[in-house]
């Protein structure tokens, strides 16, 4: 199965495969907005690898989708931080548009509290605030970035914050993911016949409404995390489906285990649980330093999150770091004839000494006719990014100005931070959801939780021979 299959496709095992300037290597998870590889660079001097995510074809054959595509991971590539998932590469190859990031070797917050549940029931509350409070710095960070051109506030609003959306490395890394990808996948739910909102349970009133949100309703969907990680206890534990939508939307539940934490983070997590996001915590920086004041004598020591990752997992860290440069030592295989990759990058400072290939617009359609491509004219980017609404009717593409393109063969290498590996649950394994199971995205299970106990652009493109 090539990658963007539909939905309903089967595992990809047609491994390793080259696409575009990547060696697809692995096959992690086929879910409903598309295919999640480990791969490598196929000029890559090292065994480095990244996570790829290939989209739908039957999604990306919708301009207005695309268009969000792009704009979200435009902003994505603008984040740096150490606990969000780097974004190094957004494009497309042939018809298949893709999103590369890096590597996290290690398990979703998901998979580590339902290891925890089975292994000894309870997460100790200084790792749960060590886990909260480095999730609420990075997601400070993403709703605080300004855009390095502008200067204007990017507005990163992440939508999906849950514990499927938090990595937690081998090494005690905690990692924020799916940035870039959350808005258009909460609109591409919505369309689905009969399908709620995949992380309903974690959504604050507002979203669940479907109103406008910002920061805060990231906010209120890690409170919620936090206080599952507390009390052991789903948020909305015992609720049926329909009764979920109802409390969600309107805001103000608070579960029975609430009333059993200590005075402190009673407090702390009710404001932050506010139905009026006026009334709300303000910032998620705000927050984070409240928990750490009411736990100064409970917070984590150095290396104990990796302590407690290589006890739920013992060997996993060296078995997986074989595992996968075994893969990455495979001999790449030879680029797909004719293949071309574009790249929906920021535009970083162009000169005449380091000019930039731009397609020429006519390309596709010589291309699609078998004759021989247009010369690639070196230009100068514009600084600022192009309108992800200007769409070529002709081809089908963004304008030629936001649109950075090289032959598979001729490819140039990315600049790009060395990747950590990630890893995701392959959701095949896995149980359905059920209908009051709604905090997870629609192809994965949800995550039983304890028993109660006490960037810019790479080097410049090879010249036109």
């Not at 799916?178 to 009133?205: C, F, I």
């Not at 009390?231 to 329909?242: C, I, T």
Request: overall charge negative; proline content about 9%; charged content about 25%.
């Amino acid at each position: 199965m090539p990658p963007g299959g539909s939905a309903n496709d089967a595992v990809d095992t047609d491994l390793p495969r080259r696409f575009g300037d990547y060696v697809l290597l692995e096959h992690l998870a086929h879910g409903g907005r598309g295919d999640v590889y480990v791969a490598r660079r196929a000029d890559a001097t090292d065994r480095s690898t990244a996570v790829v995510k290939c989209l739908r074809a039957d999604l990306t054959a919708d301009k207005s989708y695309v268009n969000r595509f792009v704009a979200e991971a435009r902003t994505a590539v603008q984040l740096h931080h150490p606990n969000i998932t780097a974004v190094v590469d957004v494009g497309r190859v042939d018809a298949t548009y893709y999103l590369a990031f890096e590597h996290v070797l290690g398990r979703s917050l998901r998979e580590v509290t339902e290891r925890t549940a089975a292994d000894r029931g309870a997460v100790p509350v200084p790792v749960v605030i060590e886990i909260v409070g480095t999730l609420l710095d990075a997601l400070d960070h993403a709703h605080r970035r300004r855009s390095a051109l502008t200067g204007e506030a990017l507005g990163f609003v992440h939508r999906e914050v849950s514990p499927a959306s938090v990595m937690i490395s081998y090494e005690g890394d905690v990692k924020l993911t799916d940035v870039g990808l959350a808005r258009s996948a909460l609109e591409l739910e919505m369309t689905l016949p009969g399908a709620a909102p995949g992380r309903l349970t974690y959504q604050a009133p507002e979203q669940a409404r479907g109103d406008a949100v910002d920061v805060r309703a990231d906010l209120f969907s890690a409170a919620v995390l936090c206080y599952e990680l507390l009390s052991g206890e789903r948020f909305y534990a015992g609720q049926a489906a329909e009764a979920i939508w109802r409390l969600a939307s309107a805001g103000g539940y608070r579960p029975a285990a609430f009333a059993r934490l200590p005075q402190g983070l009673r407090a702390i997590l009710g404001r932050a649980l506010e139905a009026d996001p006026a009334r709300r915590t303000a910032s998620c920086d705000e927050l984070r330093r409240a928990l750490r004041e009411d736990q100064r004598n409970a917070l984590a020591r150095p290396g104990e999150l990796k302590a407690f990752m290589s006890s739920l997992y013992p060997g996993a860290a060296a078995a997986s770091r074989r595992h996968f440069d075994a893969l990455a030592r495979a001999r790449p295989p030879s680029a797909a004839r004719g293949a071309e990759t574009v790249r929906f990058v920021p535009a970083g400072p162009t000169s005449a000494d380091a000019p930039t290939q731009v397609r020429d617009p006519s390309d596709a359609r010589r291309v699609a006719t078998g004759a021989p491509p247009a010369p690639t004219v070196p230009v100068a980017v514009p600084r600022a990014f192009g309108s992800t609404d200007d769409v070529d009717d002709a081809t089908g593409e963004l304008s030629p100005a936001t649109l950075v393109v090289a032959r598979a063969a001729e490819a140039p290498p990315l600049a790009a931070r060395p990747p950590a590996p990630h890893q995701e649950p392959d959701p095949a394994t896995e149980p359905e959801l059920e209908a009051a199971d709604l905090d997870d995205d629609l192809q994965g299970p949800t995550w039983p939780l304890r028993r109660p106990a006490p960037a810019h652009l790479g080097k410049p493109p090879t010249k036109q021979r």
